[in-house]
């Protein structure tokens, strides 16, 4: 069994900032992809980040320069740093994981149960 777990939520004030963990725990044996999505009251799931498992990242347009995704492989953990947030950041942030299980050969998403992030004016 396979769960990833988000942890750093909260509320913050605009400009302030908070960071976002995501720990992937389990029969695994590699760990992929991994991202960040977040989804607004009436809004669809977008893609915030996502890092490779060499360290490659990229960005949504509307999170660039204050958001920073990194990931520890040792820990198949992924992090969010989130800096000079604003209101319109306010969201349930998911973390997401593309990895093989132990014993598996087929890439499998995993996403974790999220956790809300509001930020006040």
């Known amino acids: 069994q396979v769960q990833l777990v988000e942890s750093g939520g909260g509320l913050v004030q605009a400009g302030g900032s908070l960071r976002l963990s995501c720990a992937a725990s389990g029969s695994i044996f590699s760990v992929n992809r991994m991202a960040w999505y977040r989804q607004a009251p009436g809004k669809q799931r977008e893609l915030v980040a996502v890092?490779?498992?060499?360290?490659?990242?990229n960005y949504a347009d509307s999170v660039k320069g204050r958001f920073t995704i990194s990931r520890d492989n040792a820990k198949n953990t992924v992090y969010l740093q989130m800096n000079s947030l604003k209101p319109e950041d306010t969201a349930v942030y998911y973390c997401?994981?593309?990895?093989?299980?132990?014993?598996?050969?087929?890439?499998?998403?995993?996403w974790g149960q999220g956790t809300q992030v509001t930020v006040s004016s």
């Open positions: 997401n994981a593309d990895l093989l299980k132990a014993y598996d050969v087929v890439l499998q998403r995993y």
């Open positions: 890092i490779t498992s060499g360290g490659t990242t």
